[in-house]
């Protein structure tokens, strides 16, 4: 039998039987979906509970929504051992399961012998399962299973859509010494135009994303990936993936998805709701610390970034609490109670060092009206612990905490360590040289904390001041992408929001633009807090085709010298151009003849100079919050990370190299967005890199 079957020569009785499938899957579909809007929340006992159940169920029958562009399947296991049948058992499978953690629950010996896998769990009347979702246990086999391997399955077949018609399938027969050439339906999706934001891959994902999807929970992970290899895809897949294993764990504690720009987040917001997950923050670092931009040099930024800025942060916070020379006296009726100035150094110092700052000032009031009340008994009174709490909120009480231990603002700290150079040299200690901390002063302080301009350094101090101040609390899950552009201090923020969960932390060094992109990922883990998370690798490209790869590979040696050449499973032959002295429009127009999107990336000071000479054709200019749909794009150089066009043409390599401190790296990013092809246009000479 051949391994693969697809139109024109595919049998027909057997399309027909997989389209019946799909039509019966439809039908059931709507009947769970008719099922849940009958379902009403009168019998929530109260207001409030009726109020989340009838969210829930709102939630319920959204979910179940049928998307006709969408396959509610994209394959099929046959079983090799066919197990007791579900219609036999007459029980329901997956539905009532997803809600569940059931991770390490034994596989599904109850479930029919062939199995359809899709992007949710459908069941018909009898609760039989005609669609498993793509992330049970049983569907494991479909994206791991191999000849070498073939995990209890015999046969995994692939469809083909066009639309939402069922017009193909593959096949692939998993027995020993059997051969599986590389899949049309794999490299049909790979090699379709892209237009608008990016899509799932459920269908499609590899073996080895796989592995990094459905890792565990409690497992972080870090995925170091040349351009194109999936990293984003696969971040996002594992979100969803969690998601469903750890449904009521993560819907308490919360998942969270950190992107580079907004540009960004806007290119994948589609891919979770896609996949039934709407409840998945998408933020930037700022729109997480701040969204402080006040201009900085990169160099002050790096100093900024610095790990070592932690502990001068503690110290800085610690440095303002006040010796205490006076003691306590609190007036009742005729009597004055005191607390000694020794007593109260005692308490203050005991205190030092076990709490954060904030609940420390709480805890300084009760224990100095603890005093007061053990006075109190000590005169025959008989005080109740709300005597206690008064105490605490009393005047004389409240003054001499403000006096001991000052209430304190994040920014009121940092204000006074960027302008009072004797302060930072306090905190600084040896931690930083004088020329850092002369680097760290403001050339021309604020007056106030309050009319400080703070820059997208400072916010990651202000949120370590801040937790220093409160604990932050902890989602149960982070992913984090472009990585390797955050700073120590960053990955700490960020790390504090994993504190009680795990990340999943993607990137690629080759790709880091910023002053204190890092070099190593055990580093990047170990700001995280997350010294056990495992390390690991993509490999093939599925974005870039060869060509255009192997020309940006001519950077690698200066940018990222450890790193091997990227991959590509794309050979895209004919698909780089560079052009000495050819105009945009040109090449604008010549892409706009073929399919697919369109991105001319350019220097960010060349922006308005290239829209002007493409007047004459529709286009934009990359903005995130615009809802208007171009073909034709110019995108700003540092705006464009982790996007990707059909068509790239890159404008002025030495402009952008020159623009900022790891320019080369910045054009490395840049000449990988491309997935059809790629033209360079350029007046100025090539960097020698390029050129050779
Ligand atoms: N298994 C797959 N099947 C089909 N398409 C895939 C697969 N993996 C990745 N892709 C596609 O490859 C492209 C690149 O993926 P993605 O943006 O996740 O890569 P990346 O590693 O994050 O790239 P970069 O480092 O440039 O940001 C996307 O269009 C994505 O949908």
Same mark, same amino acid.
């Given at each position: 039998?051949?391994?693969?079957?697809?139109?024109?020569?595919?049998?027909?009785?057997?399309?027909?039987?997989?389209?019946?499938?799909?039509?019966?899957?439809?039908?059931?579909?709507?009947?769970?979906?008719?099922?849940?809007?009958?379902?009403?929340?009168?019998?929530?006992?109260?207001?409030?509970?009726?109020?989340?159940?009838?969210?829930?169920?709102?939630?319920?029958?959204?979910?179940?929504?049928?998307?006709?562009?969408?396959?509610?399947?994209?394959?099929?296991?046959?079983?090799?051992?066919?197990?007791?049948?579900?219609?036999?058992?007459?029980?329901?499978?997956?539905?009532?399961?997803?809600?569940?953690?059931?991770?390490?629950?034994?596989?599904?010996?109850?479930?029919?012998?062939?199995?359809?896998?899709?992007?949710?769990?459908?069941?018909?009347?009898?609760?039989?399962?005609?669609?498993?979702?793509?992330?049970?246990?049983?569907?494991?086999?479909?994206?791991?299973?191999?000849?070498?391997?073939?995990?209890?399955?015999?046969?995994?077949?692939?469809?083909?859509?066009?639309?939402?018609?069922?017009?193909?399938?593959?096949?692939?027969?998993?027995?020993?010494?059997?051969?599986?050439?590389?899949?049309?339906?794999?490299?049909?999706?790979?090699?379709?135009?892209?237009?608008?934001?990016?899509?799932?891959?459920?269908?499609?994902?590899?073996?080895?994303?796989?592995?990094?999807?459905?890792?565990?929970?409690?497992?972080?992970?870090?995925?170091?990936?040349?351009?194109?290899?999936?990293?984003?895809?696969?971040?996002?897949?594992?979100?969803?993936?969690? $998601?469903?294993?750890?449904?009521?764990?993560?819907?308490?504690?919360?998942?969270?998805?950190?992107?580079?720009?907004?540009?960004?987040?806007?290119?994948?917001?589609?891919?979770?709701?896609?996949?039934?997950?709407?409840?998945?923050?998408?933020?930037?670092?700022?729109?997480?610390?701040?969204?402080?931009?006040?201009?900085?040099?990169?160099?002050?930024?790096?100093?900024?970034?610095?790990?070592?800025?932690?502990?001068?942060?503690?110290?800085?916070?610690?440095?303002?609490?006040?010796?205490?020379?006076?003691?306590?006296?609190?007036?009742?009726?005729?009597?004055?109670?005191?607390?000694?100035?020794?007593?109260?150094?005692?308490?203050?110092?005991?205190?030092?060092?076990?709490?954060?700052?904030?609940?420390?000032?709480?805890?300084?009031?009760?224990?100095?009206?603890?005093?007061?009340?053990?006075?109190?008994?000590?005169? +025959?009174?008989?005080?109740?612990?709300?005597?206690?709490?008064?105490?605490?909120?009393?005047?004389?009480?409240?003054?001499?905490?403000?006096?001991?231990?000052?209430?304190?603002?994040?920014?009121?700290?940092?204000?006074?360590?960027?302008?009072?150079?004797?302060?930072?040299?306090?905190?600084?200690?040896?931690?930083?040289?004088?020329?850092?901390?002369?680097?760290?002063?403001?050339?021309?302080?604020?007056?106030?904390?309050?009319?400080?301009?703070?820059?997208?350094?400072?916010?990651?101090?202000?949120?370590?001041?801040?937790?220093?101040?409160?604990?932050?609390?902890?989602?149960?899950?982070?992913?984090?992408?472009?990585?390797?552009?955050?700073?120590?201090?960053?990955?700490?923020?960020?790390?504090?929001?994993?504190?009680?969960?795990?990340?999943?932390?993607?990137?690629?060094?080759?790709?880091?633009?910023?002053?204190?992109?890092?070099?190593?990922?055990?580093?990047?883990?170990?700001?995280?807090?997350?010294?056990?998370?495992?390390?690991?690798?993509?490999?093939?490209?599925?974005?870039?085709?060869?060509?255009?790869?192997?020309?940006?590979?001519?950077?690698?040696?200066?940018?990222?010298?450890?790193?091997?050449?990227?991959?590509?499973?794309?050979?895209?032959? +004919?698909?780089?151009?560079?052009?000495?002295?050819?105009?945009?429009?040109?090449?604008?127009?010549?892409?706009?003849?073929?399919?697919?999107?369109? +991105?001319?990336?350019?220097?960010?000071?060349?922006?308005?100079?290239?829209?002007?000479?493409?007047?004459?054709?529709?286009?934009?200019?990359?903005?995130?919050?615009?809802?208007?749909?171009?073909?034709?794009?110019?995108?700003?150089?540092?705006?464009?990370?982790?996007?990707? *066009?059909?068509?790239?043409?890159?404008?002025?390599?030495?402009?952008?190299?020159?623009?900022?401190?790891?320019?080369?790296?910045?054009? *490395?990013?840049? $000449?990988?967005?491309?997935?059809?092809?790629?033209?360079?246009?350029?007046?100025?000479?090539?960097?020698?890199?390029?050129?050779?």
């Amino acid at each position: 039998m051949p391994a693969h079957q697809l139109a024109p020569d595919i049998p027909t009785d057997v399309l027909a039987a997989e389209q019946a499938h799909l039509a019966e899957s439809r039908a059931a579909l709507k009947a769970m979906r008719t099922h849940a809007q009958s379902l009403s929340s009168d019998a929530a006992g109260d207001w409030v509970s009726q109020q989340i159940l009838q969210s829930l169920l709102d939630q319920r029958v959204a979910a179940l929504a049928d998307h006709p562009d969408t396959p509610l399947f994209f394959g099929r296991l046959d079983r090799a051992e066919r197990k007791s049948s579900r219609r036999e058992s007459g029980e329901g499978a997956g539905e009532q399961r997803s809600g569940r953690d059931h991770e390490h629950e034994e596989e599904g010996d109850d479930l029919p012998g062939t199995i359809y896998v899709g992007r949710r769990h459908v069941h018909d009347g009898h609760s039989r399962p005609l669609v498993i979702d793509w992330r049970a246990p049983v569907s494991r086999a479909f994206y791991q299973a191999s000849p070498a391997d073939p995990m209890g399955i015999a046969r995994r077949r692939r469809f083909g859509y066009h639309g939402g018609a069922l017009t193909a399938f593959e096949d692939e027969p998993l027995r020993e010494g059997v051969e599986i050439g590389p899949s049309r339906i794999l490299t049909e999706e790979i090699e379709r135009p892209r237009t608008g934001p990016m899509r799932d891959i459920v269908a499609t994902i590899q073996p080895d994303q796989d592995e990094i999807v459905r890792s565990t929970l409690a497992q972080t992970v870090c995925v170091q990936g040349a351009p194109g290899t999936g990293k984003t895809a696969v971040g996002l897949h594992r979100a969803a993936y969690l $998601l469903f294993t750890h449904r009521e764990r993560l819907a308490r504690s919360g998942v969270m998805i950190v992107g580079p720009n907004r540009a960004f987040l806007s290119y994948i917001s589609s891919v979770l709701p896609a996949l039934g997950e709407v409840k998945v923050d998408q933020t930037t670092v700022a729109g997480l610390l701040g969204e402080h931009a006040a201009p900085e040099d990169p160099m002050v930024a790096a100093v900024k970034g610095d790990a070592r800025m932690a502990a001068l942060l503690e110290r800085a916070l610690w440095l303002h609490i006040v010796k205490p020379e006076e003691g306590l006296v609190y007036t009742k009726g005729a009597y004055r109670h005191r607390v000694a100035d020794y007593e109260v150094r005692e308490i203050v110092a005991s205190l030092r060092g076990t709490t954060r700052y904030n609940p420390g000032r709480a805890a300084l009031a009760q224990r100095l009206a603890h005093m007061v009340l053990v006075r109190m008994e000590q005169r +025959g009174e008989s005080p109740d612990d709300r005597v206690q709490d008064a105490v605490a909120r009393s005047k004389p009480v409240k003054q001499l905490v403000d006096a001991v231990w000052p209430k304190l603002t994040p920014e009121q700290v940092l204000h006074r360590l960027l302008s009072d150079s004797e302060f930072l040299a306090r905190a600084a200690k040896s931690d930083l040289s004088p020329e850092e901390q002369e680097m760290l002063l403001w050339r021309k302080p604020y007056r106030s904390w309050k009319s400080a301009k703070w820059s997208a350094a400072d916010a990651a101090l202000l949120d370590e001041l801040r937790d220093l101040m409160e604990r932050t609390p902890s989602l149960g899950h982070l992913v984090v992408d472009e990585a390797q552009d955050l700073s120590e201090m960053q990955l700490r923020a960020l790390g504090r929001r994993c504190r009680n969960g795990s990340a999943t932390v993607l990137g690629d060094l080759a790709q880091g633009t910023t002053p204190w992109s890092t070099r190593s990922w055990d580093s990047v883990l170990d700001h995280l807090g997350q010294r056990e998370g495992e390390i690991t690798e993509l490999t093939l490209g599925f974005r870039v085709p060869r060509e255009v790869l192997d020309y940006a590979a001519r950077l690698l040696p200066s940018i990222a010298p450890d790193l091997a050449a990227p991959q590509s499973l794309r050979p895209g032959a +004919g698909s780089l151009t560079v052009r000495e002295g050819g105009s945009v429009a040109e090449a604008a127009r010549e892409a706009l003849a073929r399919e697919g999107s369109i +991105g001319v990336i350019a220097p960010d000071t060349m922006v308005a100079a290239v829209s002007e000479s493409l007047a004459g054709l529709p286009h934009a200019v990359l903005d995130p919050d615009s809802t208007e749909e171009h073909r034709l794009l110019i995108v700003p150089a540092t705006l464009a990370k982790g996007l990707e *066009y059909d068509h790239v043409v890159v404008v002025e390599p030495a402009d952008i190299v020159a623009a900022e401190p790891r320019g080369l790296a910045r054009l *490395y990013v840049v $000449l990988t967005r491309a997935v059809t092809s790629l033209t360079v246009l350029h007046d100025k000479a090539l960097p020698p890199q390029l050129a050779g």
